[in-house]
C-alpha cells in the first residue's frame, strides 16, 4: 500500500534539503580527495556532475517555498 510507505520515514521538507545538502558537501569532499587517485579526474567530473543536479533540483525546489 503506497499510503503506508509514505509514512514509514517522515521526514520535513526542511529536513530533506539540509540532508541533501549534506549529502552534496560529503561527496564534493570525496571528489576532491578523489582528484590525488589514478583515474580520480573522471571519478570527480561524475560526483561533480551529480551534485550540480542535485543542487540544480534544490534550487527549483526552493522556489516552491
Sequence with gaps: DSTNESKLC???LDDYLLGVSDLT???MRFAITAI???GGRRKAR???DFVRGCK???RQCLSYM
Design 10 to 12: 517522515p521526514l520535513s
Design 25 to 27: 558537501g560529503e561527496l
Design 36 to 38: 590525488s587517485r589514478r
Design 46 to 48: 561524475e560526483v561533480s
Design 56 to 58: 540544480a533540483g534544490e
